[in-house]
């Protein structure tokens, strides 16, 4: 899938134009609903030697016809560019296969309870389960489970998405919320898609539902769920 470009500016361009200018949104204040100018080829060329193949086609569409970054869901989309210095790693990491598959949920693997307080007070009583938390942590931040990722968005409070360059999963979009100690998502969906849904969710003017795993809203994956199941 790739995205309609004409659709895409089109619609920015009436958000932009929507935007109150006394009370600004997140959006307009991140990025106004503009885009970059489409990425360089010294900039492309850099990424796909790296990764040792062509970007997923969606997202490469995208950077290369649409945008290089701005406009998008949360924050925005962070530009090629700016997404290649982000990585801990370096661009080596780009080269070699992610291995994620499935979901790794912290809670699942530690047996958290349900209720927040309890899982808080369980954190400051427990030593081996802030251990195991901790554990987790610091694995799922380094090798292997950081290769083959590409930043896309930020979503906030140290929760940010990427795209899967290599590996079973290349062209998926997932949610790191590691910091947060919570875990890794697939959103089930590609880069196309999850943009796509965010531009419809803001031309309809569609307040953000309160969820259950609320990053995954503009995915596939059954973990997200609103409070409210009529939305």
């Known amino acids: 899938m790739t995205l309609d470009i004409a659709w895409v500016r089109e619609g920015l361009a009436t958000l932009a134009a929507r935007e109150p200018g006394d009370s600004p949104s997140l959006a307009s204040r991140a990025h106004g609903y503009r885009l970059r100018e489409p990425v360089d080829t010294a900039t492309l060329d850099r990424a796909e030697r790296a990764i040792g193949a062509p970007l997923p086609e969606g997202y490469r569409h ?19 560019g700016e997404a290649l210095e982000r990585l801990e790693d370096g661009l080596t990491a780009l080269g070699r296969d992610c291995p994620l598959s499935a979901d790794v949920d912290f809670g699942e ?30 694995t799922y931040v380094a090798s292997p489970w950081v290769d083959g990722r590409l930043p896309l968005v930020d979503y906030g409070c140290g929760d940010w998405f990427f795209l899967v360059v290599r590996g079973p ?5 997932w949610v790191d919320s590691v910091d947060g100690g919570t875990g890794l998502y697939c959103l089930e969906v590609d880069f196309p898609t ?6 419809r969710r803001e031309l309809a003017g569609q307040a953000k539902p309160n969820a259950y795993y609320s990053y995954l809203e503009f ?11 009529s939305v």
Do not use: I
Not at 219 to 229: F, V
């Open 62 to 80: 995208f950077v290369s016809a649409v945008g290089d970054g701005g406009a998008g869901p949360y924050w925005g989309v962070v530009p090629l």
């Open 109 to 138: 693997l530690t047996g958290q309870p349900d209720d927040w307080d309890a899982h808080v007070a369980r954190l400051e009583s427990d030593p081996s389960y802030q251990e195991h938390y901790d554990r987790l942590s610091e």
């Open 169 to 173: 999963r290349r062209g998926t979009v």
């Open 194 to 199: 999850f943009y796509a849904r965010w531009l």
């Open 219 to 229: 995915g596939d994956n059954p973990r997200y769920r609103p409070l409210d199941p």
